[in-house]
T-cell receptor, first 114, second 112 residues
Framework: SAVISQKPSRDICQRGTSLTIQCQVDSQVTMMFWYRQQPGQSLTLIATANQGSEATYESGFVIDKFPISRPNLTFSTLTVSNMSPEDSSIYLC???????????FGPGTRLTVT | AQSVTQLGSHVSVSEGALVLLRCNYSSSVPPYLFWYVQYPNQGLQLLLKYTSAATLVKGINGFEAEFKKSETSFHLTKPSAHMSDAAEYFCAVSDGYSTLTFGKGTMLLVSP
């Protein structure tokens, strides 16, 4: 299975600022996903990021707030823009290996907005 | 549309006792079903998956789950709990087009 790393592992940010989270995979994958896990909650899909195309956002998430880049088959970034305390969450990236129908997750980025 | 319901936000067992975590799903197409485990301050780790092959699926760490179409269930079991099993467990369903829908999670507490 793919090995996924995320940077930073955690951060404390001030409201109104932006944070870019990086996701690196040790193999080439077509589909990458970004999730949010709010405190004590389950995972909610933010967007799907395929290389070579615009990210597809789920209902309730917009590109201006969560811009995503996918420059190649092993890397993606998620930016949380103009942060507020409500953005305090764990952000996880995941990948789906071709023809496997299962997703593998990174360790997550724990974000606290003050 | 697909959805997942996990009964019980917390389940407590004694070490050595049977673990049973319940998951019911709703899907308009034959589903793919997954159980993930999340240890404190870590990402999610895949325990096992059902993809329309055998209805009894064996996973890592001694866990298994049985797909019951008539009951739309995919409950997770382990015959004997270990202290190291204490974690949060998530059931998830996919329609086969890669979108995963997660349940709210069940925290498993294991007491000595």
């Amino acid at each position: 299975s793919a090995v996924i790393s995320q940077k930073p592992s955690r951060d404390i940010c001030q409201r109104g600022t932006s944070l870019t989270i990086q996701c690196q995979v040790d193999s080439q994958v077509t589909m990458m996903f970004w999730y949010r896990q709010q405190p004590g909650q389950s995972l909610t899909l933010i967007a799907t990021a395929n290389q070579g195309s615009e990210a597809t956002y789920e209902s309730g998430f917009v590109i201006d707030k969560f811009p995503i880049s996918r420059p190649n088959l092993t890397f993606s970034t998620l930016t949380v823009s103009n942060m507020s305390p409500e953005d305090s969450s764990i952000y996880l990236c995941s990948v789906e290996e071709d023809s496997v129908y299962e997703q593998y997750f990174g360790p997550g980025t724990r974000l606290t907005v003050t | 549309a697909q959805s997942v319901t996990q009964l019980g936000s917390h389940v407590s067992v004694s070490e050595g006792a049977l673990v049973l975590l319940r998951c019911n799903y709703s899907s308009s197409v034959p589903p793919y079903l997954f159980w993930y485990v999340q240890y404190p301050n870590q990402g999610l780790q895949l325990l096992l998956k059902y993809t329309s092959a055998a209805t009894l699926v064996k996973g890592i760490n001694g866990f298994e789950a049985e797909f019951k179409k008539s009951e739309t269930s995919f409950h997770l079991t382990k015959p004997s709990a270990h202290m190291s099993d204490a974690a949060e467990y998530f059931c998830a369903v996919s329609d086969g087009y890669s979108t995963l829908t997660f349940g709210k999670g069940t925290m498993l507490l294991v007491s000595p």
